[in-house]
């Protein structure tokens, strides 16, 4: 079973911190991904990388960065966290073939900044 | 640029009903279209993708290119599809998958 495990299920932080949310996968997938989930938003990209060190940005990559030097982790990174950055936070990772792969999440980090 | 669309916020039914959830796209190149779902409390998973044509717990959805369309159908409803269902899609040039804003699905008994 492709297991996406992320660090966190709950943070709570405080405005102005540095806050990093962490995903590691087991299955030797090239690609990961970071999205927000947002009510009546859906699911949106923030960051992809389809391989060690690379990386693109999503549709709302603004306050955030990332980081892959390892291919199983990938880290998510809020420089200066701000009270509009609560929400879910999903990775997910998914084999780097054709793009017609199926990609398998991990469990959610709810972040509350306050 | 690549973009899913998914009209509609909620829809509600009764058990035995028919349900098709609406989903629209646009990308210039050749898409890769995929239904995901999310039950309660359960973590995101792949319902069905385009490319293998199959029927999943029921569901079909069909690829139409000239209208950009994926809708995800089932004849008869049941309880336990109440769920969160998000269209995506991706490229044979990119593995970059962007989802719509997601359809809840209610079916009441």
Redo the contacts between chains.
């Keep these: 079973d492709v297991k996406v495990t992320q660090s966190s299920r709950y943070l709570v932080k405080r405005t102005g911190e540095k806050v990093f949310l962490e995903c590691v996968q087991d299955m030797d997938h ?2 990961m ?1 970071w ?1 927000r989930q947002d009510p ?6 923030i960051y ?1 990388s ?1 391989d060690v060190k690379m990386k ?1 940005k ?2 709302i990559p603004e306050g955030y960065s990332v980081s892959r030097e390892k291919k199983e982790r990938f880290s998510l990174i809020l420089e200066s966290a701000s009270t509009n950055q609560t929400s879910m936070y ?1 990775c ?1 990772s ?1 084999p ?8 398998f ?4 980090t709810r972040l509350t900044v306050v | 640029a690549q973009r899913v669309t998914q009209p509609e916020k909620l829809l509600s039914v009764f058990k035995g009903a028919p349900v098709e959830l609406k989903c629209n796209y646009s990308y210039s190149g050749s898409p890769e279209l995929f239904w995901y779902v999310q039950y309660s409390r359960q973590r995101l998973q792949l319902l069905l993708r385009h490319i293998s044509r199959e029927s999943i717990k029921g569901f079909t959805a069909d690829l139409n290119k000239g209208e950009t369309s994926f809708h995800l159908k089932k004849p008869f409803a049941q309880e336990e599809d109440s769920a969160m269902y998000y269209c995506a899609l991706s490229s044979h040039n990119t593995d970059k998958l962007i989802f719509g804003t997601g359809t809840r699905l209610q079916v009441f008994p």
């Excluded at chain 1, 009546?40 to 990209?45: E, P, S």
């Excluded at chain 1, 999440?105 to 959610?108: L, P, R």
């Design positions: 090239e690609n991904f999205y009546g938003l859906g699911l949106r990209l992809f389809y693109e999503g549709d999903l997910a998914s780097g073939t054709s793009g017609a792969t199926e990609a999440f991990g469990q959610g």
